[in-house]
């Protein structure tokens, strides 16, 4: 079945950097579209970023020039760079999977920013 594991989340000062890894099995990895999303206290699940099985990358305004999404195909792996945190970045991020009209995700890894 389809599996996603996220990890390398946790306590950073702010200006710290993080990376975040999604581990995937149960489908052909190299030929689906994946994202990262993330969702703050209170707040409702939000697009972080995407990358195609293409390579081609977007990212929300709110992190664009600090956070990188890449992939690595032959171990099913999607990374999230992410730099310059602030405490504004605090939340649970997500690895998404979209297979057909369904979508996936992982268990999520949590990332506190705070002095």
């Known amino acids: 079945q389809v599996q996603l594991v996220e990890s390398g989340g946790g306590l950073v000062q702010p200006g710290g950097s993080l990376r975040l890894s999604c581990v995937t099995s149960?489908?052909?990895?190299?030929?689906?579209?994946m994202a990262w999303y993330r969702q703050a206290p209170g707040k409702q699940r939000e697009l972080v970023a995407r990358?195609?099985?293409?390579?081609?990358?977007n990212y929300a305004d709110s992190v664009k020039g600090r956070f990188t999404i890449s992939r690595d195909n032959p171990k099913n792996t999607v990374y999230l760079q992410i730099n310059s945190l602030t405490p504004e970045d605090t939340a649970v991020y997500y690895c998404?999977?979209?297979?057909?009209?369904?979508?996936?995700w992982g268990q999520g890894t949590q990332v506190t920013v705070s002095s």
């Open positions: 990358i195609t099985r293409g390579h081609s990358t």
């Open positions: 998404n999977a979209g297979i057909g009209s369904k979508n996936f």
């Open positions: 149960g489908f052909s990895f190299a030929i689906v579209d």
